[in-house]
Nanobody
Framework: QVQLVQSGGGSVQPGGSLRLSCAASGHTFSNDAVAWFRQTPGKEREFVAAIECRDNSMYYADSVKGRFTISTDNGKNTVYLQMNSLKPKDTAVYYC??????????????WGQGTQVIVSS
């Protein structure tokens, strides 16, 4: 059974940095697309960043481009989100999502448990 376990997060002042981790158990991300989303109360979950682990292609929302970096470890069972120059508007619950492709048209989605990030002075 695939599980995604998130760690990191917490509270930080504006301009600070945090790193989120998303570790897979019983699975490696070798052929997956792994993404980070975030959600604030009353709003829809929004895309933050993604990495295609097969070729390390990376994608970012405009709101985080240049500040956040998504990466994976060599063993490809952990994906990180390094968040620098944090702003109060980055405050949200962050979720990792892994889309595990069986074929190009068949996949399974897995979600982490969510982790709170608070940016406040």
């Amino acid at each position: 059974q695939v599980q995604l376990v998130q760690s990191g997060g917490g509270s930080v002042q504006p301009g600070g940095s945090l790193r989120l981790s998303c570790a897979a158990s019983g699975h490696t991300f070798s052929n997956d697309a792994v993404a980070w989303f975030r959600q604030t109360p009353g709003k829809e979950r929004e895309f933050v960043a993604a990495i295609e682990c097969r070729d390390n292609s990376m994608y970012y929302a405009d709101s985080v481009k240049g500040r956040f970096t998504i990466s994976t470890d060599n063993g490809k069972n952990t994906v990180y989100l390094q968040m620098n120059s944090l702003k109060p508007k980055d405050t949200a619950v962050y979720y990792c999502n892994a889309r595990a492709y069986e074929t190009t048209t068949k996949w399974s989605d897995y979600w982490g448990q969510g982790t709170q990030v608070i940016v406040s002075s």
